[in-house]
Structures are given as C-alpha cells and as structure tokens.
C-alpha cells in the first residue's frame, strides 16, 4: 500500500527550502517529507523517528543521497541531541507531522487498530509498557481521566468501570477484545464513529507520552532554530492542535515594548520568539482529501524563528493522569 505524506506541497513551500539548508524531519515514517527536501539541490536532511520498522526507508535514502541524509532512531523530544550528535550547530527548518502513522494502524500487530485484531500494543518504539499493561494494571479512576483527557470520552466512566469488571476473570490483551466490549458498553445508537474510536486514541496518546513528546520537541526546536528557520508542523486531532497553536501564539504576541501586567513603564523581560507564517490552520486541498482520506482532518501551522531568546514555559502536565514510569514499576 502507498503512503502518502500529507499536504507534501504546503510542507515544503512553507519550510522555504534553500541550497545548503540544514533540515530535520522529526517523524521520517516512510520518508516522504524527506525525500521531497532532498528533492531540493545541495539541501542535508537529518531525520528522525522512535519506529524500528522505518529503518528499510531510511537506507533506501541514505543509498540514494549518501551524506546528505543522516537517520537517528529516537523519540522527537530529543531533538537536540540528535542534531548535536550529526554535527549540527543549528538548522534551517524542521517538521513534525504528529500522530501515529498509517503504516502502523495498517500493521495489526502493532495493536493500534480496532479493526483489525492484534496484540493490544500500541508502542511506536519497542521499549516502554503497553496499552494491554495499562488496561489490565491502571484502577478506574486513571483509566477513567486518560479516556476523558486524551480522548475526550463522554463515557469514560463506563468504559473505565467496564474494563476493571472485564479484566477481574479474563485480562484484555487483544485489540479485538478491546473493541467488542467498548461497542457493548459505549455503542448504543454510535453512527459516524466507532464506538472504541476514543478509547483506542486516549491509550495510543498515554502509552507514547505524545502531548508531552510533542511540548517537548516544540521547545526544542525553538532553541535549535536559527533566525529565519522555519518550524512546520501538521496535526491530525484538536489535542494536538491546540498545542501548537498555544506554542506559535504565545512565542509571536508576547510583547516587545511592554506589557499590562508590569508596573507602569517597565519594559516586556522578552520579545517574540517567532514570526506566524500561517494566522489560522491551513487546511488540505478537496483533491487531496479525494485521494488521500487521511489527510482529511490535517491542520498545518508554521512560524519563522526571529533572533530573539527562547521562552522559558513550564512543562505540560495533566493531572490525574499517572506517570509511565509508575505503570511501568507495576509490569
């Protein structure tokens, strides 16, 4: 099956791509982004991804491009290493197209799918607890608050009480058993999705730290940016989205001259971190969406890295929510 990268075009135009640019793609997948960089004359493109199974695509191109192109097996949050270990001082652009990748939900053992039976996995790297650790191991009342966080369950009460009763005679250890009793439990007049739709993502979403993954590389590629580097990123879901929205308006509008909330006459202690290329969510073409449904419900965003301080923000926390080391001590 083809996998095609999302809005390639809007990618591309956005980062600006120039000779001699440096350009890291921080989920390489099956290589699309980075092929269409590469594609540009005297471009270097390092890329990056905690997926194993990508490795095939990363040498199809390190053979095709030689040291042009560099590959480190790594979660996107250690953006900066990555790029300390290939060399890099700073970089010219950097993309992040979020979210588990169609290749993966397409692969029934990597348990990401509720369509299609497999062991209840759902890690994008190899290492870490899995879904099933989480169903069988967390109480009612985490499981609860991750499906109603992360997946914004209306019925994550029920879907929660529902898998403690379950999990008490038989552990759930496979997708399929997964999604039979969610469409028991939450499917009463379900049309437009089904019913473990949410659960599923809530479990993806926890079990790969993908908020806080995703917080952290934005952080990372405000430090690593060069002034007039471009970030783009792609997001597929409103969770996603409203973060990187939050990053770009809180970076671009922070005020240079002053601010209300000092005494009168103080100066701003900072100044805008990033320039807003795209002031709302730039959405794909009705071709595109003809020929590849998964870009349906896509959403890019891009800024421009000024030559301004980075912005200290306190890291993302959602409370309630259990730590995965502390899931993990349980398995």
């Known amino acids: ?54 490795k095939p695509h990363a040498k199809a191109l390190d053979a095709r491009f030689g040291d042009r192109f560099g590959f480190v097996q790594t979660p996107f949050s250690k953006l900066e290493d990555a790029i300390a270990q290939h060399g890099w001082g700073d970089v010219q652009g950097i993309v992040l197209d979020i979210g588990v990748s169609s290749m993966q939900i ?30 069988n191991l967390l109480g009612a009342d985490e499981l609860s608050m991750i499906f109603r966080t992360f997946g914004e369950e209306r019925g994550a009460r029920r879907a929660a009480a529902a898998i403690v009763r379950t999990r008490a005679e038989t552990p759930i250890t496979r997708t399929g058993a997964l999604a039979d009793l969610m469409a028991r439990v939450l499917g009463s007049g379900w049309q437009k999705i089904h ?17 806080g993954e995703l917080a952290r590389a934005l952080a990372s590629a405000e430090r690593m940016l060069a002034p007039a580097g471009r970030l783009v990123v792609v997001a597929f879901h409103s969770l996603e989205d409203r973060i990187v929205k939050r990053f770009f308006r809180v970076r671009s509008e922070m005020p240079a001259q ?26 794909p073409t009705m071709d595109e969406v003809k020929t590849n449904p998964r870009a349906r419900s896509a959403r890019l965003r891009a800024g421009e890295r000024l030559d ?23 398995t």
């Open 1 to 54: 099956m083809t996998h095609s990268p999302v809005m390639l075009d809007e990618v591309c135009s956005a980062l600006n791509l120039r000779a001699g640019g440096h350009y890291v793609d921080c989920t390489f997948g099956a290589g699309g982004y980075a092929q269409a960089i590469l594609g540009c004359e005297g471009t270097s493109l390092l890329a990056l991804d905690r997926d194993a199974n990508v």
């Open 106 to 135: 397409d692969q029934p053992e990597r348990g990401f799918s509720f369509m299609r039976d497999g062991p209840l996995d759902m890690r994008m790297g190899n290492t870490g607890p899995t879904a099933a650790d989480a169903v």
């Open 195 to 211: 019913p473990a739709t949410r659960v599923f993502q809530a479990l993806r979403i926890y079990i790969n730290d993908e908020l």
């Open 258 to 283: 002053g601010s209300r909330h000092l005494p009168q006459g103080e100066a701003a202690p900072f100044s805008p971190s990033f320039s807003l290329l795209t002031r709302k969510a730039v959405k």
């Open 308 to 330: 301004a301080p980075v912005f200290v923000a306190a890291p993302l926390v959602f409370p309630g929510i259990p730590d995965l080391h502390a899931l993990e001590a349980l």
